[in-house]
C-alpha cells in the first residue's frame, strides 16, 4: 500500500503543469530537483523570506515573482543558451521585489521570451548590459520603478516589439539615443515626470504606431512643435499634464486620428485651428476648462 501511494504521488508529480506558491512567510528556497519537469506556469507570491530560486525550470513558460525577498536569480541561470535554466520561458512577471537590485545578465539569451513586466522594484535601476532578447519579444512594461533610469541603448534592435509601456518611473529623463524600434503599435509614457517629449525620441519614424498616451508631467507647459508623432497614428490620450496650454499645430498632419482623450489638462485652452476644420476627432475631454 505504502509503495502504490509513492507510485501515485511520482505520477501526480510528473503530469503538474500549474503550481502556484502564496503566503509562504518562512520559504527560503525551493528544493532543487525537484520541480517536474512538465511544469509550464509557476506563481510564487507574498513568500517574503524568499531570498533565491531554483535552477532546475527548463520547462517553465511563465514565471510570475510577486512580493517576494529575492535578490538575484540563480547563478549563471540566463547566462547560457541552450543550456539555459530558463531556456522555454515565455512571460516573466516581476514585481513588488523590493531587494532586487538587478536582472539577470544573460536575459538576452531568452529568446522565446515574449512578454516581460516589471513592476514597483525600486532598487532597479536598469537593464543588464547585453539588453534584451531581439527575437520574439513584444510587450515589455515597466511600472512605478522610482530608481529606474534608462532603458537598453540598442531597444531598437527589438523588431517584434509592438507595446512599451513605462508608468511611474521618476528618475528616467531620457529614452535612448538609437530611438525606439520600428515594429511598436502602442506607446504609453505616464507619470515619468521628469521624461519631457522631445524630437529626438524619433517618434515620426514609428510607422507602425497606432496608440500613443503620454502623462504625468505637471511642470510642463507645452509640447514642443517639431515634436512630431507618425500619420498613422489613429489614437492619442493625454492626461494630467494640469500646466499645458496648447498642442501644437503638427496635430493638423494626422491624417489617420480617429480619437483624442485629453484627461486632468485644466489649463489647456485651445486646439489647432487647421485641425478642427479638417479632421474629425473623437474628442473626449475630462477636466478641461
Excluded at 17 to 32: A, D, H, N, Q
Excluded at 128 to 138: S, V
Excluded at 175 to 197: A, F, H, Q, R
Aim: net charge neutral; hydrophobic share 35%; glycine share 6%.
Amino acid at each position: 500500500m505504502h509503495n502504490n501511494d509513492g507510485n501515485n504521488k511520482n505520477t501526480m508529480s510528473h503530469l503538474l503543469e500549474y503550481f502556484v506558491i502564496e503566503g509562504c512567510s518562512t520559504l527560503k528556497c525551493l528544493p532543487r530537483g525537484k520541480l517536474p519537469s512538465t511544469l509550464k506556469k509557476l506563481e510564487i507570491q507574498n513568500c517574503m523570506n524568499l531570498d533565491s530560486l531554483p535552477e532546475d525550470m527548463t520547462s517553465v513558460q511563465f514565471l510570475k515573482i510577486s512580493a517576494c525577498s529575492i535578490v538575484s536569480f540563480p547563478k549563471g541561470g540566463l547566462h547560457t543558451v541552450p543550456s539555459s535554466n530558463f531556456m522555454k520561458l515565455k512571460q516573466l512577471i516581476i514585481n513588488k521585489c523590493m531587494k532586487l537590485e538587478s536582472l539577470p545578465e544573460g536575459l538576452h539569451n531568452l529568446m522565446y521570451l515574449e512578454h516581460l513586466e516589471i513592476a514597483e522594484c525600486p532598487l532597479l535601476f536598469s537593464f543588464p548590459g547585453p539588453g534584451l532578447p531581439t527575437t520574439k519579444l513584444r510587450t515589455l512594461k515597466i511600472s512605478n520603478c522610482i530608481n529606474f533610469k534608462s532603458l537598453p541603448n540598442r531597444i531598437y534592435n527589438l523588431t517584434s516589439l509592438q507595446e512599451l509601456c513605462i508608468d511611474g518611473c521618476c528618475s528616467l529623463v531620457s529614452l535612448p539615443e538609437g530611438g525606439l524600434p520600428n515594429s511598436l503599435t502602442l506607446l504609453s509614457i505616464l507619470d515619468c515626470k521628469n521624461l519631457k517629449p522631445s524630437y529626438d525620441w524619433g517618434l515620426h519614424r514609428l510607422t507602425s504606431l497606432n496608440h500613443f498616451s503620454f502623462g504625468g508631467c505637471p511642470d510642463l507647459m507645452s509640447l514642443p512643435e517639431e515634436w512630431l508623432l507618425p500619420t498613422t497614428i489613429s489614437s492619442v490620450h493625454l492626461q494630467w499634464l494640469p500646466r499645458l496650454k496648447s498642442l501644437p499645430r503638427g496635430l493638423q498632419n494626422l491624417k489617420s486620428l480617429e480619437k483624442l482623450e485629453i484627461w486632468e489638462c485644466g489649463n489647456l485652452l485651445t486646439l489647432p485651428e487647421e485641425g478642427q476644420s479638417k479632421m474629425q476627432w473623437n474628442l473626449q475631454f475630462w477636466d478641461v476648462l
